[in-house]
T-cell receptor
């Protein structure tokens, strides 16, 4: 158990809909990362937050947004969903913001778009 | 742009033997971080080992070690005394600084033969 909690574990929805994925980091971790893993795109870094502030941005679509709240949990919002958004979405956390910091991953949210 | 390449989509090793997974990357930076992550069938991502580019000494974690060749931009992972639990997808990853995105390779699927 990594200590990182992601909910829900599975999500099935339709094209055009909007969903919210939630992540609770390990106790004491201030950084939260979001990743997307799909068959055609592989593992992609989406975004990182540190103590509520956006720190690094990757290949995150404009239809996607994220935020980290004062209690350090984070949410990834996906809107106008397309079939290609079907993927496993991981959240990870680390103590600090440094690039060398080991990241602890949650079990992921499996998103299926019908 | 930085890229990470893993030229071996699949590899296999006999139990108790040694296997080396290859990773090459492209960057013009002199300081950065490299990682190997393991993703077993359970899908959870686990950090195996990390290397800081400014450190010449190769990182080692128990049965896992790396061969870091900075000039050749090569970062291979050696697994000694392979165990059945080592069967997984292995991802090589690169990150320049904490303000930059994490870049993953396509992964190598490792099978361990009893």
């Amino acid at each position: 158990d990594s200590g990182v909690t992601q909910t829900p574990k599975h999500l099935i929805t339709a094209t055009g809909q909007r969903v919210t994925l939630r992540c609770s980091p390990r106790s004491g971790d201030l950084s939260v990362y979001w990743y997307q893993q799909s068959l055609d795109q592989g593992l992609q870094f989406l975004i990182q937050y540190y103590n509520g502030e956006e720190r690094a941005k990757g290949n995150i679509l404009e239809r996607f947004s994220a935020q980290q709240f004062p209690d350090l949990h984070s949410e990834l919002n996906l809107s106008s969903l397309e079939l290609g958004d079907s993927a496993l979405y991981f959240c990870a956390s680390s103590v600090g913001q440094g690039a060398h910091q080991p990241q602890h991953f949650g079990d992921g949210t499996r998103l299926s778009i019908l | 742009a930085q890229t990470v390449t893993q030229s071996q989509p699949e590899m296999s090793v006999q139990e108790a033997e040694t296997v080396t997974l290859s990773c090459t990357y492209d960057t013009s930076e002199s300081d950065y971080y490299l990682f190997w992550y393991k993703q077993p069938p359970s899908r959870q991502m686990i950090l195996v080992i990390r290397q800081e580019a400014y450190k010449q000494q190769n990182a080692t974690e128990n049965r896992f070690s790396v061969n870091f060749q900075k000039a050749a931009k090569s970062f291979s992972l050696k697994i000694s005394d392979s165990q059945l639990g080592d069967a997984a997808m292995y991802f090589c990853a690169y990150r320049k600084t904490s303000y930059d995105k994490v870049i993953f390779g396509p992964g190598t699927s490792l099978s361990v033969i009893p």
